[in-house]
């Protein structure tokens, strides 16, 4: 079946700086990926959809300065949490969509978890 | 807009016992419908989906059926195990499977 990869898989940072998280799909191609923040014991919250070789598209609420996307490839989108803070600790998933005629089906990554000290 | 409530959990059962997750949504179209499950410290998997009205989903010994006509997809499974303690996410994806909405998510812990 389709896999999504993520890296890092866990990261611990100070706070103030930025970080990087990949979302890679390996075995598929996705001109849309999505980013979601899950907060502990919480659902998933969709912060951005991310589109290949355009800007991304970013829910309401949620600062396009603070969490950059970039959706380089095919294969490939980056999320980077900039000056990160305590509050920005949180469990970061994202998702791509294989295209199969007319219909997409979602695949999840196993995500990031970001602790910010 | 488009929504899903779930079931506030947690949900504790004892081994063998019957599961119910109760899942309702709002929303314009027609919707697929998915059930995820999340083991602790991992990501999302999905469990089942369903993608018009009457389909049944099915995986793992877990069923659920897509109800237009009550805007359901409750969850199922006639005897659960300890390994099935999770969170699941009842979900809708709009009409193309572009976006996914999902519900708040239901704890369950099953007891030996």
């Known amino acids: 079946g389709a896999v999504v990869s993520q890296h890092p898989s866990w990261v611990i940072c100070k706070s103030g700086t930025s970080v990087k998280i990949e979302c890679r799909s390996l075995d598929f191609q996705a001109t849309t990926m999505f980013w979601y923040r899950q907060f502990p014991k919480q659902s998933l919250m969709l912060m951005a959809t991310?589109?290949?070789?355009?800007?991304?598209?970013?829910e309401q609420g949620v600062e396009k300065d603070k969490f950059l996307i970039n959706h380089a490839s095919l294969t490939l989108s980056t999320l980077t949490v900039t000056s990160a803070h305590p509050e920005d600790s949180s469990f970061y998933i994202c998702?791509?969509?294989?295209?199969?005629?007319?219909?997409?089906?979602?695949?999840f990554g196993p995500g990031t978890r970001l602790l910010v000290l | 807009g488009n929504s899903v409530t779930q079931m506030e959990g947690p949900v504790t059962l004892s081994e063998e016992a019957f599961l119910t997750i109760n899942c309702t949504y709002t929303?314009?179209?027609?919707?697929?419908l998915f059930w995820y499950v999340q083991y602790p410290g991992e990501g999302l998997q999905l469990l089942l989906k369903?993608?018009?009205?009457?389909d049944k989903g099915s995986n793992k010994g877990f069923e659920a059926t897509y109800r237009k006509e009550t805007t359901s997809f409750h969850l199922e499974k006639g005897s659960v195990q300890v390994s099935d303690s999770a969170v699941y996410f009842c979900?809708?994806?709009?009409?193309?499977?572009?976006?996914?909405?999902f519900g708040a998510g239901t704890r369950l812990f099953v007891k030996a």
């Open positions: 991310s589109n290949e070789g355009s800007k991304a598209t970013y």
């Open positions: 979900a809708l994806s709009t009409t193309g499977g572009f976006k996914t909405i």
């Open positions: 998702s791509a969509n294989r295209e199969a005629g007319s219909f997409r089906t979602q695949y």
């Open positions: 369903a993608t018009k009205a009457d």
């Open positions: 929303a314009t179209g027609y919707p697929s």
